[in-house]
């Protein structure tokens, strides 16, 4: 009954959220949708559901609904952020001229993947499912193998005796575009990854950054606070992937970075009053390395929403220690400050290691050993060589984030609510400063 109507939900969402009657046609590494030209331009990564690219957007007609137009970026740049948040609204193009080429992100969904998608789009689709750090949904569509229709592009390609990339679906195959906003910073893993030891986060950034990452996960988990929609409404939505690869970093106009949450693929969402689960109810989905206690275990409690959000918590915990790890503390050397390495390296082996860990190897040291990565002293110190109260207050949010117990794990709502604290009073005490900075000048003169 539930895969039902399940089903019945999501197919409600795709005859819903088609946005016009014109049919896409690709070749498979071209579009035209929406009286746009979408070309695939540069793989940026791939994983279980699909390859993510690179792609340019050059509208053919001045239509100010579609949803690649400037006209629509502009009246979705316009949200303000949330009551109680401080996180700042993209910044507003002065551009009014629509028929611009711009760069997107577009998720290469096979046949196969349909019901990842699916999910994905239904959640996008929820009314008021908008927020200053989710990553910005576009548009989804299907090109079945009789849309696909050769480009001149891809002739020219194979004249020039160029295959076509064995990474991009054959015109044979059903294939499933998802289209959202582009970031050329990339991820949060990749921005890590990149960074060189002497590069680091100052105290200001990490705050910033562990804010719009409480901000946008608070959103989702408490979705139905944000939105009533009625008793059939939504009440929460769990992610169960996040980690720091499914983190986009945006850059604002001021140089700082916006993370954004992505991939909702894995996601379940909740009602009111039943709880029902719509999406994949398993115990064990997600990436290991990342994977909770009770998921590795095989013990996650299917029945009970808070059990899923407590994962999310968890694997926030261990993206709160990727970014502590890269802040600069004061008092630490630069001998002691090393380069990046994912959560639990250190127990993998070689500094070298990418290869990506087993559910029974993350089982036998979360699980087994009841380890976490390792922390520093001086995340803990409240006196300035430490880092001062503001590092202190996200390193104690971590370790209460990755608990072995879920219900005694903190709270999206309650990160927040700690980060607004120190945002706060370091305005307070910026504020002092300034005003002590000219009683001093006028004492002089």
Same mark, same amino acid.
């Given at each position: 009954?539930?895969?039902?109507? !399940? ?5 409600? +969402?795709?005859?819903? /959220?088609? *946005? &016009?009657?014109?049919? $896409?046609? @690709? #070749? ?44 629509? !970026? ?5 949200? +303000?952020?949330?009551? /109680?948040? *401080? &996180?700042?609204?993209? $910044?507003? @193009? #002065? ?58 592009? &891809? ?291």
């Amino acid at each position: 009954m539930e895969k039902k109507r !399940e089903r019945s939900d999501l197919e409600g +969402q795709r005859q819903s /959220g088609k *946005q &016009s009657q014109q049919q $896409p046609k @690709s #070749n498979g590494d071209y579009a035209f949708f929406e009286n746009q030209d979408i070309t695939l331009q540069q793989k940026l990564g791939s994983g279980k559901f699909g390859s993510v690219w690179r792609a340019v957007v050059e509208p053919k007609v001045d239509d100010p609904s579609s949803p690649f137009s400037s006209s629509s !970026e502009q009246q979705q740049q316009q949200l +303000q952020p949330l009551q /109680g948040s *401080q &996180s700042s609204p993209p $910044p507003t @193009s #002065n551009s009014s001229n629509t028929c611009i080429k711009k760069d997107v992100a577009v998720k290469v969904f096979t046949g196969k993947d349909e019901r990842s998608l699916s999910m994905e789009r239904f959640i996008y689709d929820l009314p008021g499912m908008a927020h200053p750090n989710l990553l910005r949904y576009l548009a989804a569509f299907e090109l079945r193998p009789y849309e696909h229709l050769p480009s001149e592009d &891809s002739k020219k390609k194979q004249k020039k005796g160029k295959a076509k990339s064995e990474s991009i679906p054959p015109p044979s195959q059903r294939t499933f575009w998802l289209v959202t906003e582009y970031h050329r910073t990339g991820s949060l893993y990749d921005y890590l990854s990149r960074q060189k030891n002497s590069e680091k986060f100052t105290v200001h950034q990490l705050l910033s950054l562990v804010h719009g990452l409480a901000s946008g996960l608070s959103f989702l988990h408490n979705f139905g606070d944000y939105h009533h929609h009625g008793r059939q409404g939504m009440s929460s939505i769990a992610l169960r992937d996040f980690k720091s690869a499914n983190i986009i970093l945006a850059e604002n106009g001021n140089g700082s970075l916006r993370p954004l949450i992505a991939d909702l693929g894995l996601a379940v969402v909740f009602s009111f009053g039943s709880g029902e689960a719509f999406g994949q109810a398993l115990e064990r989905v997600g990436t290991p390395r990342y994977m909770a206690p009770e998921v590795l275990s095989g013990h996650l409690d299917l029945t009970t929403p808070a059990a899923y959000l407590a994962v999310d918590m968890y694997a926030l915990g261990l993206v709160l220690w990727e970014l502590l790890s890269r802040t600069e503390v004061e008092g630490e050397t630069e001998e002691n400050f090393e380069s990046y390495r994912p959560p639990y390296q250190e127990y993998l082996g070689a500094e070298g290691r990418r290869v990506p860990p087993s559910v029974a190897e993350m089982h036998s040291l979360v699980v087994g050993r009841r380890l976490r990565p390792s922390v520093k002293s001086g995340w803990f110190g409240r006196n300035s060589r430490g880092g001062g109260v503001q590092v202190v207050v996200v390193a104690e949010s971590m370790v209460d984030c990755w608990d072995v117990d879920g219900e005694a794990r903190l709270k999206a709502a309650t990160l927040l609510m700690r980060m607004e604290a120190l945002i706060l009073e370091g305005e307070k005490g910026g504020s002092k400063e300034e005003e002590k900075e000219v009683e001093e000048e006028v004492f002089e003169v």
